[in-house]
Nanobody
Framework: QVQLVESGGGLVQAGGSLRLSCAAS????????MGWFRQAPGKEREVVAA???????YYADSVKGRFTISRDNAKRTVDLQMNSLKPEDTAVYSC???????????????????WGQGTQVTVSS
């Protein structure tokens, strides 16, 4: 069964840090790119960061220098380390995977085939 499970969300003060983790089933994690997306109330879902099967990364301009995406292919996990958090980072964060065999980074939500349930990140001012 295809499965992505996020963990690590919560409430943090501005300037603080959180680490999100996404655990993938074997079927979902096979020579494919992964990404973290977020959706704030009243806004469209947007890419935050993405990582290719080989480890190449992409970051949205709004999080460059503050967020770091990483993956452990042996453990089938993708993490998002978020530092210097701002109130505007408040959103539901979702992990996503491209179909197996699609190894390259993409930033379009429609190119991701599997999605987690999402985890809430709230940054207070």
């Amino acid at each position: 069964q295809v499965q992505l499970v996020e963990s690590g969300g919560g409430l943090v003060q501005a300037g603080g840090s959180l680490r999100l983790s996404c655990a993938a089933s074997e079927r979902t994690f096979s020579s494919n790119a992964m990404g973290w997306f977020r959706q704030a109330p009243g806004k469209e879902r947007e890419v935050v960061a993405a990582i290719s099967w080989s480890g190449s990364t992409y970051y949205a301009d709004s999080v460059k220098g503050r967020f770091t995406i990483s993956r452990d292919n042996a453990k089938r996990t993708v993490d998002l380390q978020m530092n210097s958090l701002k109130p505007e980072d408040t959103a539901v964060y979702s992990c996503a995977a491209r179909a197996p065999g699609n190894t390259g980074v993409r930033v379009t939500t429609g190119l991701y085939d599997f999605w987690g349930q999402g985890t809430q990140v709230t940054v207070s001012s």
